[in-house]
């Protein structure tokens, strides 16, 4: 069931090697908006089972999922959430 008050406005999922375009990115959405970001988020899921509450920020709490697709993402445990 989507969250109709969600956390964040976005989400972003990467690769390791894409972590350059995803900070770019990050930082000219969060002029605006609400951004799940791990790098910046971790002290969200500190505390918890990280990959369970990386599921639930792209699930249930956020707007819109944005994914930096190459051919192995969704091939490591926290893109595969």
């Keep these: ?4 008050n969600p956390k964040y406005d976005a989400a972003i999922s990467f ?3 894409d972590i350059g375009l995803a900070t770019a990115l990050h930082d000219k959405l ?4 609400e951004v799940f970001f791990f790098p910046r988020n971790q002290e969200d899921l ?3 089972d990280g990959l369970e509450s990386m599921r639930e920020s792209f699930r249930n ?3 819109l999922n ?5 051919p192995k993402w969704g091939n490591t ?3 595969a959430v």
């Design 1 to 4: 069931m989507a969250n109709s």
């Design 46 to 48: 500190a505390g918890t």
């Design 77 to 79: 445990p926290w893109t």
């Design 61 to 63: 709490e956020s707007r």
């Design 30 to 33: 969060r002029e605006g908006l």
């Design 15 to 17: 690769l390791v090697q």
């Design 66 to 70: 944005v994914f930096l697709y190459r």
